[in-house]
């Protein structure tokens, strides 16, 4: 079985409607976070949670919640979709140890906002 | 600011040919650096990352990449290049300290591989 898996795989929606993307790691990573990708743009950060406590914001986090539901679950919501939230968008987990940290990264939802 | 420029947004070499894929970053202080492949419809794979030591660094299916810190750069190579390495290839820069845990994302480079 995967370590990070993300739900749904694929998703197609209309403008204005609430949209959650979920993602679930078995890895005991406390460290989660939510990327999307544009073509020719690469991987922007969302909004990371260093543990179930803890929300930051990255650096696209407008017209985004998220909620750390518990340490394996890291959850994103999209409260009025709209058609430039149409994107693939990657959950990841990490743990830092010794100083270091290093991101695993599940297989992505492909959301279209019609 | 951090960031990462990878130059080239698409490549195209010949199976058994030599590559090499640029990477140059923008960090106040030894950051941390990972290339990750994307094969078409995957998730992101780590290939390789450089913490500390050794500035050349081997990776996963025979990829090695040099940090240079005078030139700020981290580029990939690999002496060979098989038809199932066509994918796309992500340069990243992690921060150190507060910022650990961050990472920054070139835009990618596409690889494509000629028979």
């Known amino acids: 079985d995967a370590d990070v898996t993300q739900t749904p795989r694929n998703r197609i929606t209309k403008t204005g409607k609430r949209i959650m993307l979920e993602c679930s790691q078995t890895?005991?990573?406390?460290?989660m976070y939510w990327y999307r990708q544009d073509p020719g743009l690469g991987l922007r950060l969302i909004y990371y949670?260093?543990?179930?406590?803890?929300?930051n914001k990255g650096e696209i986090s407008d017209g985004y919640s998220v909620s750390r539901q518990a340490q394996a679950k890291f959850s994103l919501s999209l409260e009025s979709a709209i058609p430039n939230q149409t994107a693939l968008y990657f959950c990841?987990?990490?743990?830092?140890?010794?100083?270091?940290?290093?991101?695993?990264f599940g297989p992505g939802t492909r959301l279209t906002v019609l | 600011a951090q960031s990462v420029t990878q130059p080239d947004i698409h490549i195209t070499v010949s199976e058994g040919a030599s590559l090499e894929l640029r990477c140059n970053y923008s960090?106040?202080?030894?950051?941390?650096l990972f290339w990750y492949v994307q094969s078409p419809g995957q998730g992101l794979q780590l290939l390789l990352k450089?913490?500390?030591?050794?500035?050349l660094v081997q990776g996963i299916k025979g990829f090695e990449a040099e940090f240079k810190r005078s030139q700020s750069s981290f580029n990939l190579r690999k002496p060979s290049v098989h038809w199932s390495d066509a994918a796309e290839y992500f340069c990243?820069?992690?921060?150190?300290?507060?910022?650990?845990?961050?990472?920054?994302f070139g835009r990618g480079t596409q690889l494509t591989v000629w028979p």
């Open positions: 990243a820069v992690g921060g150190r300290g507060s910022t650990l845990g961050r990472l920054y």
């Open positions: 960090y106040g202080a030894t950051p941390y």
């Open positions: 949670s260093f543990d179930v406590k803890d929300i």
């Open positions: 890895k005991g990573h406390d460290r």
């Open positions: 990841a987990t990490s743990e830092a140890s010794m100083g270091t940290d290093t991101q695993y």
């Open positions: 450089y913490f500390s030591g050794d500035t």
